[in-house]
């Protein structure tokens, strides 16, 4: 079955400096999303990507936080500078289109921020 | 989004069956019915969703009250893997470009 890959699985980083978290979609999907999840606590949507921009973002995806989809298969999420609190699970995730209801996520980039 | 309750955990033996119960008084006529899960350190997995009528497929099936105000997630014969927390997600499907809302969902516990 096709899968939403992710990587790094765990990446360590101290305070202040530049993330990027990567994804590799389904082949054939559309629409790209960002989640993430504080660790006890619920999972929050950051942003979503289609057609090569953002078509919605939360309150927490400020100007720290960028997405890219630098070529045809990868889709990323950058924090310029990661603050204690970005400790989190994110969850890349990604569906067909418009219509489909499914997401397929990835199986998370567990980011500790030291 | 409108707003959905779930029971905080639930418990099973495995190879019974799981109802699991979801409210949604404040759905509006657009919102797709989702239920997602999420196994231990995995990401969320789509398990149905729905609209209207009761749904099948290889993973559960969902039944959902006539008025759609409350819907049940049905395991047919739990196992150990399906412990997991369980979402059920309001989405208006293909009239947005689908973010998801997910609450603190069930906490289902498969006993041996």
């Known amino acids: 079955e096709p899968e939403v890959t992710q990587t790094p699985s765990h990446q360590v980083t101290q305070m202040g400096q530049e993330v990027i978290l990567r994804c590799v979609p389904i082949?054939?999907?559309?629409?790209f999303y960002w989640y993430r999840q504080i660790l006890g606590q619920k999972v929050e949507f950051l942003v979503s990507f289609y057609n090569n921009e953002i078509s919605e973002k939360s309150e927490i995806f400020d100007d720290q936080f960028s997405v890219e989809r630098p070529d045809g298969s990868n889709f990323t999420l950058k924090i310029r500078s990661t603050k204690l609190e970005d400790s989190a699970m994110y969850f890349c995730a990604s569906k067909k289109d418009r219509e489909f209801i499914g997401y397929t996520f990835g199986s998370g980039t567990r980011l500790t921020v030291v | 989004d409108a707003k959905t309750t779930q029971p905080n955990s639930m418990e099973s033996n495995e190879e019974e069956p799981v109802h699991l119960p979801c409210n949604h008084s404040t759905i509006s006529g657009t919102d797709y019915i989702h239920w997602y899960r999420q196994l231990p350190s995995q990401g969320p997995e789509y398990v149905i969703h729905?609209?209207?009528s009761n749904v099948n497929n290889r993973m559960a099936s969902l039944a959902i009250a006539e008025d759609r105000k409350s819907s049940t997630l049905i395991l047919h014969r739990a196992t150990l893997r399906d412990a997991a927390v369980y979402y059920c997600?309001?989405?208006?499907?293909?009239?947005?470009?689908?973010?998801?809302?997910f609450g603190q969902g069930t906490i289902l516990t498969v006993h041996p």
């Open positions: 729905g609209l209207t």
């Open positions: 082949s054939n999907h559309l629409y």
């Open positions: 997600i309001l989405n208006a499907g293909g009239t947005s470009y689908g973010k998801l809302t």
